[in-house]
């Protein structure tokens, strides 16, 4: 498959148990944050979403926080599968724009 | 099935020889755009549009053109190629604000440029 990064920060974790995956985003202004998940050989793809006036969104087993003190921003991801394994993205929308700052990534890696 | 289709995937030529990647959904989507992958550095945004005829410059647009003629096609051209722009390529769409942001991504483009 594609090389996403060779050097890319990783967080194992047993599976079954819960991930927190953390990202420090750059512009305070940013109104929009979403996480995408890219598996090996495949374009990102979405997982959730997160608007400016909201502190914490869940869907399906996944939950984002966001904290605009700190500018920063977390996926966890409950009771971890092996499909979960793959690199992920944050991303930020600038207020006024259709511009997106990506996050360098997370690799996820679910041990057996 | 909906998607967003790349061509070609794999890539390999020469500095200077002009070449254009093809991106085409079948989403009836308003807002496409361009990325390039490279290691350590994530996705940056080179092009992207908000309808036809409507282009701005992403965080990466140097040495890159798109052009917009129809809803479904969103071509990234490289008039002269060269090897800083070696990269995996990627184009996405989504239905646009303010309904969704929601970006779909297509299976990418290697580009070798030697």
């Known amino acids: 498959g594609e090389s996403v990064g060779l050097h890319l920060p990783t967080l194992s974790v047993q599976e079954g148990d819960n991930s927190i995956i953390n990202c420090a985003y750059s512009n305070s202004a940013s109104d929009y944050f979403i996480w995408y998940k890219q598996e090996s050989g495949k374009g990102p793809q979405f997982i959730i979403d997160?608007?400016?006036?909201?502190d914490k969104r869940q869907g399906q087993r996944v939950t984002v926080l966001l904290n605009k003190t700190v500018k920063h921003l977390s996926l966890q991801i409950a009771a971890t599968q092996p499909g979960d394994s793959a690199v992920y993205f944050c991303a930020e929308k600038g207020s006024g724009t259709y511009k997106y700052i990506f996050g360098t990534g997370t690799r996820l890696k679910v041990l057996a | 099935e909906a998607q967003v289709t790349q061509n070609p995937r794999y890539l390999i030529t020469v500095t200077g020889k002009k070449l254009t990647v093809t991106c085409s959904q079948n989403?009836?989507?308003?807002?496409m755009s361009w990325y390039r992958q490279d290691p350590g550095l994530g996705l940056r945004q080179i092009y992207y549009?908000?309808?036809?005829?409507?282009?701005d410059k992403g965080d990466v647009p140097e040495g890159y053109k798109v052009s917009r003629k129809e809803k479904r096609n969103f071509p990234l051209i490289l008039e002269s190629p060269s090897p800083n722009q070696t990269s995996l390529y990627f184009c996405?769409?989504?239905?646009?604000?303010?309904?969704?942001?929601?970006?779909?991504f297509g299976p990418g483009t290697r580009l070798t440029v030697t």
């Open positions: 549009s908000m309808n036809v005829e409507v282009t």
């Open positions: 997160i608007r400016s006036n909201m």
């Open positions: 989403m009836n989507h308003e807002y």
């Open positions: 996405a769409s989504s239905v646009g604000p303010p309904i969704s942001y929601e970006q779909y």
